[in-house]
T-cell receptor, first 110, second 111 residues
Framework: KQEVTQIPAALSVPEGENLVLNCSFTDSAIYNLQWFRQDPGKGLTSLLLIQSSQREQTSGRLNASLDKSSGRSTLYIAASQPGDSATYLC?????????FGTGTSLTVIP | DADVTQTPRNRITKTGKRIMLECSQTKGHDRMYWYRQDPGLGLRLIYYSFDVKDINKGEISDGYSVSRQAQAKFSLSLESAIPNQTALYFCATEASPNEQFFGPGTRLTVL
């Protein structure tokens, strides 16, 4: 069974700092990996989708990388802002199911 | 209008009651999913459907059933609700195989 781990569980940084969130998975046989943002009590918003053949994807201040062989993905957030405060989840798609990590709760301090 | 909608958004019910959560989508996707989210446990898959005639159990299907009434509608039922089914429930759609899109969630409390 695929297991997805996100470290750290919580992170607090001052505004303007660049930061990296980590996601690891145990089975490299994946179709894609998706990063989401979740605000408290809300649904999940898709941030970036990386297909298994890709190494990275970028959207604005966000950059996600994927290393299938080592079972790792990172989400890089540049010049963090208080509005980036949320929980960030990664999910791997095995073709039949998505498996989610438990998320990293990010707080950006003004 | 939202692409994936869920009703109700909040529900409080009593142990033993039957309850149905509904999900509708306007994205035209074939694949639909039901998840529950619990603090510290992340999202866990309950059931999924790849088209109207296809229903599959997920990781935690016991105590739940689903109905795929149409491409756009996927309902989750709790036949006899129990307190440990208190959670946040999400419906999601997927253009196969591709991104998942989530509804706003239903907060269910079973007393």
């Amino acid at each position: 069974k695929q297991e997805v781990t996100q470290i750290p569980a919580a992170l607090s940084v001052p505004e303007g700092e660049n930061l990296v969130l980590n996601c690891s998975f145990t089975d490299s046989a994946i179709y894609n990996l998706q990063w989401f943002r979740q605000d408290p009590g809300k649904g999940l918003t898709s941030l970036l989708l990386i297909q298994s053949s890709q190494r990275e994807q970028t959207s604005g201040r966000l950059n996600a990388s994927l290393d299938k062989s080592s079972g790792r993905s990172t989400l890089y957030i540049a010049a963090s802002q208080p509005g980036d405060s949320a929980t960030y989840l990664c999910a791997v798609d095995t073709g039949n199911q998505f498996y989610f990590g438990t998320g990293t709760s990010l707080t950006v301090i003004p | 209008d939202a692409d994936v909608t869920q009703t109700p958004r909040n529900r409080i019910t009593k142990t033993g009651k039957r309850i149905m959560l509904e999900c509708s989508q306007t994205k035209g996707h074939d694949r639909m999913y039901w998840y529950r989210q619990d603090p510290g446990l992340g999202l866990r898959l309950i059931y999924y459907s790849f088209d109207v005639k296809d229903i599959n159990k997920g990781e935690i299907s016991d105590g739940y059933s689903v109905s795929r009434q149409a491409q756009a509608k996927f309902s989750l039922s709790l036949e006899s609700a129990i307190p440990n089914q208190t959670a946040l429930y999400f419906c999601a759609t997927e253009a196969s195989p591709n991104e998942q899109f989530f509804g706003p969630g239903t907060r269910l409390t079973v007393l």
